[in-house]
């Protein structure tokens, strides 16, 4: 099973972006599925996190009204919809699943065990 991210580039302040995450494999429905960024020189950070048919999402507070994570099981892909980008936002971003959870949603990278590669997001002002 592998993630594929894409959908990053280089924008101005303010503009949107829409990353997508395909996942291979049949068992993506059953996935937590999250996306998490990390901007250069520092760590892995949190974004936003959805449960396996998106009834649940949690949000950093960075991005929060801003970003919308959504999923679509028959075509396994989750998407981040990120609006009024800004600076800050810049970052490579992964999208992740946690296979193996049941209960709850996390918020920590070391409860993901696949991640895709990374789609990069630059935004000037």
């Known amino acids: 099973v592998q993630l594929q991210a894409s959908g990053g580039g280089s924008v101005q302040a303010g503009a949107s972006l829409r990353l997508s995450c395909v996942a291979s494999?049949?068992?993506?429905?059953?996935?937590?599925m999250a996306w998490f960024r990390q901007a250069p020189g520092k760590e892995r950070e949190f974004v936003v996190v959805?449960?396996?048919?998106?009834?649940?999402?949690v949000y950093a507070d960075s991005p929060k009204g801003r970003f919308t994570i959504s999923r679509d099981n028959a075509k396994n892909t989750v998407y981040l919809q990120m609006n009024s980008l800004k600076p800050e936002d810049t970052a490579v971003y992964y999208c992740?699943?946690?296979?193996?959870?049941?209960?709850?949603?996390?918020?920590?990278?070391?409860?993901?065990?696949?991640w895709g590669q990374g789609t990069l997001v630059t935004v000037s002002s």
């Open positions: 494999g049949r068992s993506f429905s059953n996935y937590v």
């Open positions: 992740a699943a946690d296979r193996g959870r049941r209960i709850g949603l996390s918020t920590t990278a070391g409860s993901y065990d696949l």
């Open positions: 959805t449960s396996w048919n998106g009834g649940r999402t």
